[in-house]
């Protein structure tokens, strides 16, 4: 090949300057066909294109996909410990180990290894449900990302006791609720004092993912065996009892199960677990329906004085935050395996149906509090903790089977905006409730503008015991989904953060690709590329559906492919090792009008919202007396080392915007200095601001009824007040925030 391409190089110079004719017009042509093919052959050219997604005609070599007859992969996920985070991410996660995250085991009394259910064998003791899983999801993941030995040590105690406590009829874990259980005064209200007869697998669902993650990390086959006997158990037991009605939890979070059915199914092949798979689907609430009665309706918790029950609020099964955030994906899940696309549609008309009616609010999230009730819709209107970290994990599940840029863009709107800001500056606390309009965090009740009568809002170290432990789990598997491998043998950058990815791709290679950023807070992506040997593989980039004029170059070279937003950047070419991509998403200012929500705006740069820069007045409090009643702890906890933070307004924040007319809008974007901590997720760390123009709205108060920040009132408002320039911060960053504002009257 080497002497037909110079061959070519000599004819074409020695034609160079003779006389055009046709002979040598159509030798020209020839030629350069030619020339071509040897360029192709020698690997010089590059196929660079823009996808809509990504094809799934071949099955990758190296990674477990979906078996036949399942629907095939468009995302594979990649084992625990593929992905590593750098920078910011980085330092979260050394911030969780070192707070709250970290010292549970050591404060939480739902962590005490005495009197322990999930340390016993026989599953009996005193503290045992839903907690230890929530924790170790987390937690242990954070060892296997980050390989830290004392984490991954006290995780093992945990696994081990798991994997010890499967019992012959194939069953494991607490079991209280296997048995008949009588619970004591001490345990709230899922837990009546009434005797409990049907088999609750629902703590077992969270154990499952736990065991998945040891499995991809230390490859122990034990955990085949569990889940094969476990499933076998489940698979054998009247369908009567399984997800029955008497434990809500697991019919309502079905699709957990059924996840995990078909994770083993994948690396089994046993074909009896699609039965099972069906039989859970059946047994699971159905979300893929609409019209349901209002007895159906399980967490139906009224409504606003003065409103009716709307007919739309019977197209969910259910309007708790947490059961929505995990229960709206079901339908997807099952379309894994039944292949009608109705199943699919369900899914996304169950994300349509929430934020039509309460998610008109910035930060991904929307407006539950406890429960959705009709005629509390305002951004003051608040979302659990355990809400938040479950939506990203149904996103990143979405992400995979669907292969839609929408599900990353979505992730990434709730981790940057809503998820930073429940978390205590110093980690060491959280918050149960978090709404993009709040000027207080403090410990009382408001009741009934917070759906819940208690200290629901402040940063309490040991409340509630769901989000206390759950809130592990949203970096680690955040991070686990920033990159997956394809179908084609290829990897691909699906959600971004600082980060560092190995993978095996191509023709047996090894690659290793570091994305050096600062994103969210900066535009430019770069990625370095090592790898054992020169491949052909390739690369798959998201394009944020913000982004209007993304801009790539590959070792320096510019790449003119016309890049579209919401599409997928397809880079298929020979690498080698040290080759760097530089992808340069250009932030601009944008301003959501939120029409149905009093006509309110909110202010985005990139995948940010900001939030009014208020001042954080912090006051500590004793925990134990600012708890919410299922709070426990450890004996011989010292509790001032772990306080409860309330936090007061202090600085203005009645504020509502002026917009030009002619929508150039009057903000000034300030950079800052990159922060020397290297965590920009606070007020005074934050890398940006925006100068924005405003006026106060002397109207616009605290609510006396309820202690709230009062509700929106319809823009445009009117204000006699001076013109001002306020400041603007990132939402994530911001513990007190107006994030939704009225816009003044011009």
Not at 90 to 109: C, D, H, M, P, V
Not at 242 to 269: E, Q
Not at 361 to 377: I, L, Q
Not at 378 to 394: F, K, T, W
Request: positive net charge; aromatic residues 14%; charged residues 25%.
């Amino acid at each position: 090949m080497f002497f037909l391409h110079l061959l070519i190089l000599t004819q074409t110079k020695q034609h160079k300057f003779q006389k055009p004719n046709p002979f040598m017009k159509k030798f020209t042509i020839q030629k350069n066909f030619i020339l071509l093919i040897s360029f192709t052959l020698l690997g010089c050219n590059e196929d660079i294109s823009v996808v809509d997604s990504i094809a799934t005609k071949g099955t990758n070599k190296y990674y477990v996909s979906n078996r036949t007859p399942l629907q095939p992969s468009k995302l594979i996920k990649l084992p625990v410990g593929s992905v590593k985070p750098k920078g910011w991410l980085l330092e979260y996660f050394i911030r969780q180990k070192n707070g709250l995250t970290g010292n549970l085991g050591k404060i939480s009394a739902w962590l005490d290894k005495k009197d322990n259910a999930w340390l016993s064998k026989s599953g009996e003791g005193k503290w045992g449900w839903e907690e230890v899983p929530y924790w170790l999801k987390g937690y242990a993941n954070i060892g296997y990302i980050t390989e830290d030995k004392e984490i991954i040590d006290e995780a093992k105690i945990w696994i081990e006791a798991a994997l010890d406590s499967q019992r012959e009829n194939g069953f494991f874990g607490p079991n209280f609720a296997w048995e008949s259980y009588i619970a004591d005064e001490d345990r709230t209200n899922e837990l009546e004092t009434t005797k409990r007869k049907a088999i609750d697998f629902w703590p077992n669902m969270i154990m499952l993912y736990c065991l998945q993650s040891y499995y991809e990390y230390s490859k122990d086959d034990r955990v085949i065996e569990l889940m094969t006997k476990y499933f076998k158990f489940q698979f054998d037991i009247e369908e009567k009892d399984l997800l029955s009605n008497d434990h809500y939890w697991a019919r309502i979070r079905g699709g957990d199960n059924l996840h995990s059915v078909i994770w083993l199914y994948n690396r089994t092949g046993d074909k009896w677990l699609l039965s099972l798979a069906e039989k859970i689907y059946r047994k699971t609430a159905p979300w893929a329906s609409r019209g349901h009665k209002l007895e159906e309706i399980k967490n139906w918790k009224g409504i606003r004085e003065g409103f009716d029950w709307p007919i739309w609020f019977s197209d969910l099964i259910d309007w708790h935050n947490v059961n929505i955030a995990q229960g709206f994906r079901t339908p997807a899940q099952y379309y894994l395996l039944n292949g009608d696309k109705k199943y699919l549609k369900a899914t996304y008309d169950n994300f349509n149906i929430v934020r039509e009616h309460f998610g008109q609010v910035p930060g991904g999230m929307y407006g539950s509090d406890e429960n959705c009730r009709p005629g509390y819709d305002d951004p003051r209107q608040a979302i659990e903790l355990c809400g938040i970290v479950e939506h990203m994990n149904s996103d990143e599940h979405l992400l995979r089977i669907t292969g839609d840029t929408f599900w990353a863009d979505h992730i990434e709107n709730i981790a940057f905006n809503s998820f930073p800001a429940t978390v205590s500056p110093d980690f060491k606390a959280v918050r149960y409730l978090t709404s993009p309009n709040m000027v207080v965090s403090d410990s009382e009740s408001h009741s009934p503008g917070i759906q819940q009568t208690g200290p629901f809002l402040n940063f309490n170290p040991f409340s509630s015991r769901c989000c206390q432990h759950n809130h592990t789990q949203g970096w680690p598997y955040f991070t686990e989904n920033l990159w997956m491998a394809t179908p084609d043998n290829g990897i691909a950058a699906v959600i971004y953060s600082p980060s560092k990815v190995n993978a095996k791709v191509g023709d047996n290679t090894n690659v290793s690709i570091t994305n050096k950023t600062n994103y969210p807070f900066s535009d430019d992506l770069i990625f370095e590329i090592k790898t054992d040997k020169s491949d052909n593989f390739p690369i798959y980039f998201r394009i944020p559906s913000w982004s209007k004029k993304s801009t790539i170059m590959i070792n320096g070279k510019r790449i003119n492919t016309p890049i579209e937003a919401s599409k997928f950047l397809k880079i298929n070419r020979k690498w080698s090792n040290g080759d760097v991509v530089k992808i340069v998403f250009p932030k601009n200012i944008s301003v959501k009008r939120w029409e149905k929500n009093h006509n309110s705006a909110s202010v985005n740069y990139g995948p940010l919202t900001f939030s009014l820069n208020i001042k954080e007045k912090y006051v500590e409090k004793p925990s134990e007396k600012n708890a919410i009643r299922d709070s426990r702890w450890q004996k011989n906890v010292d509790k001032k080392m772990w306080p409860t933070y309330e936090i007061y307004p202090g600085s203005n924040w009645n504020y509502g915007l002026i917009l030009d007319k002619n929508s150039n809008y009057s903000f000034e974007v300030i950079e800052r200095d990159w922060p020397k901590n290297n965590f920009p997720f606070t007020n005074k760390s934050a890398p940006i601001l925006i100068r924005a123009k405003a006026r106060k709205i002397p109207e616009w108060k605290i609510d006396k009824t309820t202690g709230l920040v009062g509700e929106l009132m319809d823009s445009p408002v009117e204000s006699n007040e001076i013109d001002e320039m306020i400041e603007l911060v990132p939402m994530g960053g911001s513990r007190l925030r107006i994030s939704s504002f009225p816009v003044i009257k011009n």
